[in-house]
């Protein structure tokens, strides 16, 4: 870990007066839910082809619709059985220190669970489900609910039930319409991004003086462009991940260095052993 790196990060977080901090699938990963680009990532096991688009889905549905059972029961589960960690923890923590604004890719809700209050979810919540016509959320569900979709899709991917009893149970756990207006709220590719998060996403990143960017490969656009963003206006930017690519690396899992960076930033003293940070 660079020394001076650690110093200007926790220097810059005493001083800011209202941080974003912007997330991808890394910070999610010490709560079991797979990223989408590492080695064991989602999109390995899933060619985004087939599995990245609404019309891909439903391609895939039609010809294998054991496989699109998989995938879901793969997305749902993982976010069904997480909890917050120590990283989410720490963020919800800075807010009791400064103007804090999340501003996050990841569907799982885990910010709101760990208690942070200014989250903006760019790529929509899978908690959520949304009626396309009205362009309306209209019903956010528990993990719990989302545990028992999981245990549905289980049946049908082991072959336990038949694809026509995995509907009819799916028509009580989801509020699905013959018409396909309800669907989960997410933004898959090729899709506007969600509002009004997107909006507000821009306006706290177009307020903030310092942006800590977690856990993502900065691989997607246009949320990929948000740390430039706010380097162009001024901002600090900090990367934190185990192979950080921006501004002011900090290499490390987000669970470890997040505590000790807000620990060492409204703590007693900057700590001049930075490897406490891995
Ligand atoms: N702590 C911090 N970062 C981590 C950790 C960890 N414990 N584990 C992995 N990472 C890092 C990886 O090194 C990588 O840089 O998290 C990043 C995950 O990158 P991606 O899998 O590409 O996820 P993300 O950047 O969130 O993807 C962006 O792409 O597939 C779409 O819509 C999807 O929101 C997603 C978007």
């Known amino acids: 870990m660079n020394t001076d790196n650690w110093i200007t990060a926790v220097l810059a977080l005493r001083k800011?007066?209202?941080?974003?901090?912007?997330?991808g699938a890394g910070i999610s990963a010490e709560s079991g839910i797979p990223t989408f680009r590492d080695a064991d990532g989602f999109w390995q096991r899933f060619p985004p082809e087939q599995f990245a688009t609404?019309?891909?889905?439903?391609?895939?549905?039609?010809?294998?619709?054991?496989?699109?059972?998989?995938?879901v029961l793969n997305v749902v589960e993982p976010i069904a059985k997480a909890s917050p960690n120590a990283g989410h923890l720490a963020v919800?923590?800075?807010?009791?220190h400064v103007k804090t604004s999340v501003v996050t890719q990841n569907i799982?809700?885990?910010?709101?669970?760990?208690?942070?209050?200014?989250v903006h979810e760019i790529h929509g919540s899978l908690l959520e489900v949304v009626?396309?016509?009205?362009?309306?959320?209209?019903?956010?569900?528990?993990?719990?609910?989302?545990?028992?979709?999981a245990e549905t899709l289980r049946q049908y991917?082991?072959?336990?039930?038949?694809?026509?009893?995995?509907?009819?149970?799916?028509?009580?756990?989801?509020?699905?319409?013959w018409l396909g207006r309800h669907r989960p709220n997410l933004v898959l590719f090729g899709d506007a991004m969600a509002e009004p998060a997107w909006t507000e996403a821009r306006r706290v990143v177009d307020q903030?003086?310092?942006?800590?960017?977690?856990?993502?490969?900065?691989?997607?656009?246009?949320?990929?462009?948000?740390?430039?963003w706010a380097a162009g206006r001024g901002a600090a930017v900090v990367t934190i991940d185990p192979h950080p690519t921006g501004d002011c690396p900090l290499a490390g899992n987000a669970g470890t260095i997040l505590?000790?960076?807000?620990?060492?930033?409204?703590?007693?003293?900057?700590?001049?052993?930075?490897?406490a940070g891995t």
Not at 18 to 23: E, I, K, L, Y
Not at 208 to 228: F, K
């Open 16 to 23: 800011a007066k209202h941080v974003v901090v912007f997330t």
């Open 54 to 71: 609404w019309t891909g889905l439903l391609r895939t549905a039609l010809t294998r619709p054991q496989l699109v059972a998989e995938f």
């Open 92 to 96: 919800a923590e800075l807010e009791k």
């Open 108 to 118: 799982d809700g885990l910010h709101q669970s760990a208690g942070s209050t200014d």
């Open 131 to 149: 009626d396309t016509s009205a362009a309306q959320v209209i019903r956010r569900f528990e993990r719990n609910d989302l545990a028992q979709i």
């Open 157 to 177: 991917a082991t072959h336990q039930i038949s694809l026509f009893s995995l509907l009819r149970q799916l028509r009580k756990e989801y509020p699905f319409d």
């Open 208 to 228: 903030c003086d310092l942006l800590l960017s977690v856990g993502t490969s900065g691989a997607v656009y246009p949320a990929a462009m948000l740390p430039d």
């Open 259 to 275: 505590p000790r960076l807000i620990g060492d930033a409204f703590g007693t003293a900057v700590t001049s052993n930075p490897d």
